[in-house]
């Protein structure tokens, strides 16, 4: 039996005492991890209600994961550079803190797997330039799209750059967003590792009574200049027009709420075709996904969303944009992708789809996402890079 490797996680984003949901796709990535090796996190992150002192810190075994948090208190005046100084140094002083605290509850890592850059490239050359540690890249930010374009600025390229060539190796989680950062002249070996699905929590519910209304949902964070749910409430007028056996519900919240609710309002929509609901926990997600009929996400631009994987996971179609991570997947027999922003072929690619439900097997959806997305699937992956460039 080959020996367990020791893995720090580095995530720029990880479930926290400041937001309990941002960074649950990295948790899973390092729980898929745990499986053949031993993972111990760290996460640096600024607490924007922390007055009373400067740093803080906390030490929790997390489903078997020694978690490491160190807070940092950025809530002072905006003055030019100073702050921007101030706050830099605050957050590698921090880094300091959470290595010294790994380095007593966890040990000296083999490697070190950066979840997201840049700052995060701190910590891990920390390692690699005192004790030799070689670290990994798992990058899942959509800055690098030429759709988002928030890849930019003097600093924030320089970094990326000097991170990304001393890594041993970068993963992506969809090979759009790799070829994305192969544009952008970031060089390296690169391995793609989806995101992944908790398959215990989602999965196909049993066989619904005929007779009820479709159930059509979006779980999505609503910003609407990315997740286009004006597009897909539009969408939902025209079905109106076609039928009124149906309702679409929609779990997130976000910056454009207020607008979209005002907008299914405004079409007469709002609690009679589409409801909002807010933000869920996964077991509330779970349930929701479970009485779909059909999963939309109708997005601008979108990497390789979790929810996709979940809706699979779940046995439910996906109705989508043919965009990047959802293209790489989506596929007859899972569901029919439509042109980003063509709320006419939204709308005919719903109706289709409502007719057709039969012709979609939750079984085969359940097993594609078994395959492709499930916690041994990525285990494996990331296994089989440790052990090579170890």
């Avoid at 779980?219 to 007028?237: C, E, F, M, Q």
């Avoid at 807010?278 to 969303?305: C, H, I, Q, T, W």
């Amino acid at each position: 039996m080959e020996k367990k490797l020791k893995i720090l996680f580095i995530p720029r984003w990880y479930p926290s005492r400041v937001d309990a949901l941002k960074g649950i796709f990295i948790k899973r990535h390092a729980l898929a991890a745990t499986l053949k090796n031993n993972v111990s996190v760290l996460f640096i992150n600024a607490d924007p209600v922390m007055k009373d002192k400067i740093y803080d810190t906390e030490f929790s075994l997390e489903e078997g994961i020694p978690t490491v948090r160190v807070y940092y208190n950025n809530s002072f005046p905006a003055i030019p550079l100073l702050s921007a100084a101030i706050k830099f140094f605050r957050y590698l002083n921090a880094c300091r803190i959470g290595i010294k605290m790994i380095n007593e509850k966890f040990g000296k890592p083999d490697i070190a797997h950066i979840h997201v850059l840049a700052r995060t490239f701190f910590a891990a050359y920390y390692y690699k330039f005192f004790f030799n540690v070689p670290y990994i890249i798992t990058e899942q930010w959509s800055g690098y799209l030429p759709e988002n374009g928030s890849y930019k600025g003097f600093l924030k390229k320089m970094l990326t750059r000097l991170a990304v060539r001393n890594a041993s190796m970068v993963t992506t989680v969809s090979e759009s967003l790799k070829n994305a950062m192969q544009s952008h002249g970031l060089k390296n070996e690169y391995s793609v590792v989806p995101n992944v699905v908790d398959l215990n929590m989602f999965y196909p519910a049993p066989e619904k009574i005929t007779g009820g209304k479709y159930f059509l949902l979006t779980v999505a964070d609503l910003d609407d200049k990315v997740k286009n749910i004006s597009g897909t409430i539009r969408g939902i007028k025209k079905l109106s027009h076609a039928r009124n056996d149906f309702e679409y519900h929609i779990i997130g919240d976000g910056i454009d709420r207020r607008a979209l609710e005002n907008l299914a309002a405004e079409n007469n929509l709002l609690n009679k075709f589409v409801f909002f609901h807010g933000a869920k926990n996964s077991s509330e997600v779970s349930d929701m996904m479970r009485k779909a009929d059909l999963f939309l996400l109708f997005s601008n631009y979108d990497n390789m969303p979790c929810v996709m994987t979940e809706a699979l996971a779940s046995g439910v179609p996906v109705i989508g944009s043919d965009i990047h991570g959802m293209k790489e997947h989506i596929r007859e027999g899972l569901g029919v992708l439509v042109p980003p922003g063509n709320e006419t072929a939204l709308f005919n690619a719903i109706q289709t789809a409502i007719l057709n439900l039969k012709s979609f097997d939750k079984n085969c959806l359940r097993q594609y996402a078994k395959d492709n997305f499930s916690y041994e699937t990525a285990g494996e992956k990331f296994s089989e890079i440790y052990r090579k460039i170890i």
